[in-house]
């Protein structure tokens, strides 16, 4: 419960000396005014401190066997449970020294004895005042932080809907897929996280906002499909030349819808920048020979590199229309062959160091 829950109640406090006069005097002093707790050592006072009712403030004594104040007030700003109880020095050291490093260590005030009593009160009653201010914002800042945490959550949901969404509507196009858009994100992850700490890619990857939003883009690669004529999409052999051109079209398809609500909206969308490379360059190839711009080496987006290897993979173990599934071990033969010529010959290397990652996704998200 915090001060301003508690305003129609005493505070409370609690005083810690060794001597028993000490601790007479000062309750005698405190208690028309506030509940008293006494502690006749370090030890005790932090263990009332650390308790289910903690006090409001603490009026300590420096000079006591054991442990001393300053190593009581060390341990209660170091402790999360109870650093924010303002600590008052009430003690016979006088000397400037002891004085500064009192507030250094954390306290907020410092009374030398022997005491003036309107004196402590005053101050006391200053200190309790702002705590419960400190308390109030502490509280409102931990409301407003939740707030958000709460609405940046909601605005992440809104973008998973919309992503799943688009993606499973381009997958109903072509019934044979299955799984693919989920397994295919899920290899895209892998590869990120691999390749993370690799230096020609760590400059971009090395950030976990990155890869997931890497993650969430995946699925939008072949968004452009929604656009396929079905005679073509789903034709059972091999497209003639026209067909496989009209084919091609849907990497630009399927930025250009992004590219096309974005500016609907008037504004271009940070989370959407991984699915328009993923959906316009994940068909090109590592040494120039894909499609649509015949992009070549790094000139190639890193999120479109990581999906080419994912999507190929993919299609050679699915059943197709034009095509039955390979096993395992022969589009692993396949993608080491295309090293250096379709794909990236590092993301290659990370993929092999992933096979066994690969295959546990595959089975996972199999087709049924």
Known sequence: MTDIARLGEKSSLLVVD?????????????????????????????????????????????????????????????????????????????????????????????????????IVLARVKTHLAMKIVQDFLRDQNAFLEAEVTKRTREVELIQDVTVHTLASLAETRDN??????????????????????????????????????????????????????????????????????????????????????????????GFLRYAKEIAYGHQEKWDGSGYPEGLSGDAIPISARLMALGDVYDALISKRVYKPPFPHEKAVEIIVEGRGKHFDPDVVDAFLELLEEFKEVAQRYADS
């Not at 700003?77 to 954390?106: C, Q």
């Open 18 to 118: 060794d001597i028993p006069d000490n601790l007479t005097l000062m309750s005698s002093l405190l208690k028309d005014e506030y509940k008293v707790k006494v502690a006749n050592s370090g030890e005790r006072a932090l263990t009332i401190a650390r308790s289910g009712t903690p006090p409001d403030l603490i009026l300590l004594d420096i000079m006591m066997p054991e442990m001393d104040g300053y190593e009581v007030c060390r341990r209660l700003k170091a402790d999360p449970a109870t650093r924010h109880i303002p600590v008052i020095f009430l003690t016979a050291k006088a000397e400037v020294g002891d004085e500064t490093r009192g507030l250094e260590l954390g306290a907020v005030d410092y009374i030398t004895k022997p005491i003036s009593p309107p």
């Open 176 to 269: 044979e897929t299955g799984n693919h858009i989920r397994r295919t994100q899920h290899y895209v992850r892998l590869l990120a996280e691999k390749l993370r700490r690799h230096p020609r890619f760590m400059h971009e990857l090395d950030d976990d906002r990155v890869i997931n939003l890497l993650f969430k883009s995946a699925p939008l690669h072949d968004i452009g499909k929604v656009g396929i004529p079905d005679q073509i999409l789903l034709k059972p052999g091999k497209l003639e030349p026209e067909e496989f051109e009209l084919m091609k079209s849907h990497t630009t398809l399927g930025r250009d819808a992004i590219l096309q609500a974005e500016c609907e909206l008037g504004a271009e969308i």
